[in-house]
């Protein structure tokens, strides 16, 4: 009988390939997870979508990806779509069926309807570029309200990506990453560090709540400091290889072989003399031998210019952070994501370009839909705040009662660390002291006031009104009396994993008086 599991689902959308990780919540390990006529290999699908507009027909991955020589091909078969949901700025495919957000919205709806029965995903985590972040997100937003998980988390990719390598919060590190149509090279600051708080994913979704228009949840993403990038990858080199042995090549299934080709050569244990065998496919359908050494590959992508493009986005890349005061000196690591930086003559000429800086290489696809998940554990007990907590305290200068804040509206809980409070006497002679707790309205009114017969909001806004809780009020008796203005007793706050409100209560000696519930903040 099949384990079933339960825990973590990460999905990172990426333009040629999408990557699919599961990690069990009771597991330190996470597993890349296999989808039968959708993966390619292990957790890896590639970002492709086959949908015909007659029949309604959709094929997502692996299946789609044999489609694209079918007839209708570029009416029906969807691929780099990826890259221009949340991008005004390029232009779209005018000839397919599907827009990049119809397409994107299709493919994780198969995706998630065909992730194996034995994974309870119990959180789903997400990944959007940090270029397009927001309208990205926003996509995303809409997107996951028609999913049936309770809890979804968004993490920005260089953040996901850094997370590792173990290096510090607060760095600054570039990443390079060739995919398979795509070259991004970016400089970014991690967030954290210098006494800033450590990158947390972004609550999108909680216990089947939107939760992700919460005015005090910050979007918290990596800044970044510079950016370049062109759209050649993987796939051209494939197209290289092919070129160097048929001149007018035909079939698309050499290119697949081509690939092969190029993945074997991109092993540090081929030796640099050797040649390897490939078949290809030549005119008339007749299959021919060729060989290929890492000498002759090295040589193609020479002569093709990718080292010289390469030199060019480089300098690109260093010229626009020096603008805003950052030098090579100051990165703490230069990150290779993408299949394409598995070549070693890639990695050498970045390690010869930036010298005194550490390389690090995750493994190249899967490393930024791992780092997803190393961002996670905190999130799963973590709920949001929609309303304000506040105990009723005696101001004696103006001698009436006024609403102190405890916890804000937007605050999560449970609570890390306490809210600590002071009480003075208000009279002289006080043994007895009353807890009275209140709360902020859901909803914050706004004054509404008329010019010219048109609505506006007053300049100046109401305060928000907070409501007595109707529960019973705790009441504190010292063993001392205290006189008026002295300090008498200290409260510590917090809310637990059951929601509930508790205080902790010393008197101004640190005698503890007790922990008291008062009461469940729902």
Not at 293 to 320: G, T
Not at 361 to 388: F, H, Q, R
Request: proline share 4%; hydrophobic share 40%.
């Amino acid at each position: 009988m099949e384990k079933n599991l339960s825990g973590t689902l990460a999905i990172d959308l990426g333009n040629t390939n999408t990557v699919v990780a599961f990690q069990d919540q009771k597991d330190i390990d996470s597993v890349l997870v296999d989808i039968p006529n959708i993966t390619s290999s292990p957790g890896v699908i590639p970002t492709a979508v086959w949908f015909e507009e007659p029949s309604k027909i959709v094929k997502i991955g692996i299946s789609a990806l044999k489609m694209r020589d079918e007839s209708n091909s570029d009416l029906f078969f969807h691929s780099n779509f990826k890259r221009l949901i949340g991008n005004p700025i390029e232009k779209i495919n005018q000839k397919n069926i599907l827009k990049p957000t119809e397409c994107g919205e299709k493919f994780f709806k198969i995706l998630w309807a065909s992730i194996p029965k034995k994974y309870k995903i119990n959180r789903l985590v997400l990944t959007a570029p940090i270029d397009t972040y927001k309208g990205y997100r926003e996509w995303l937003v809409k997107l996951c309200g028609e999913l049936s998980v309770d809890e979804i988390a968004l993490v920005d990719e260089p953040t996901a990506a850094s997370l590792g390598i173990n290096v510090p919060f607060g760095s600054k590190i570039m990443t390079l990453d060739i995919g398979g149509s795509t070259i991004d090279m970016n400089i970014v600051k991690i967030e954290g560090g210098e006494g800033k708080s450590v990158p947390i994913a972004e609550l999108l979704k909680f216990k089947g709540n939107d939760v992700s228009a919460i005015s005090k949840q910050k979007i918290r993403c990596a800044e970044i400091i510079s950016k370049t990038g062109s759209k050649i990858g993987g796939k051209d080199i494939d197209q290289w290889i092919v070129d160097y042995f048929i001149a007018d090549n035909k079939y698309a299934i050499n290119l697949l072989r081509a690939e092969e080709i190029k993945c074997k050569l991109s092993s540090p244990k081929i030796n640099y003399e050797n040649k390897y065998q490939t078949k290809l496919l030549t005119d008339g359908y007749r299959e021919k031998e060729f060989y290929l050494s890492k000498e002759i590959f090295e040589k193609i992508i020479i002569e093709n210019n990718l080292i010289n493009h390469l030199n060019s986005l480089l300098k690109d890349l260093l010229n626009e952070a020096r603008g805003k005061f950052c030098t090579v000196d100051d990165l703490s690591a230069i990150i290779l994501v993408g299949g394409g930086t598995q070549i070693p003559l890639i990695k050498e000429w970045i390690t010869q370009k930036i010298s005194k800086i550490q390389i690090k290489t995750p493994p190249p696809i899967e490393s930024i839909a791992l780092g997803a998940l190393t961002m996670t554990p905190g999130v799963k007990i973590k709920d949001i705040l929609n309303k304000g907590l506040s105990i009723r305290l005696f101001n004696r200068r103006e001698q009436k009662p006024l609403w102190h804040p405890i916890f804000c509206k937007g605050q999560t809980w449970p609570t890390d660390n306490p809210f600590k409070l002071v009480l003075q006497a208000s009279k002289n002679n006080q043994k007895t002291f009353e807890i009275i707790i209140g709360e902020t309205k859901k909803e914050r009114e706004y004054d509404v006031i008329f010019e010219n017969g048109l609505p506006k909001l007053s300049e100046v806004q109401s305060d928000e009104e907070i409501i007595q809780w109707d529960k019973n009020t705790l009441k504190i008796v010292l063993k001392n009396k205290s006189n008026i203005g002295k300090d008498a007793l200290t409260l510590f706050f917090k809310i637990n994993k059951k929601a509930d409100l508790l205080v902790e209560c010393f008197d101004i000696k640190d005698e503890f008086l007790g922990e008291y519930n008062l009461g469940n903040i729902f």
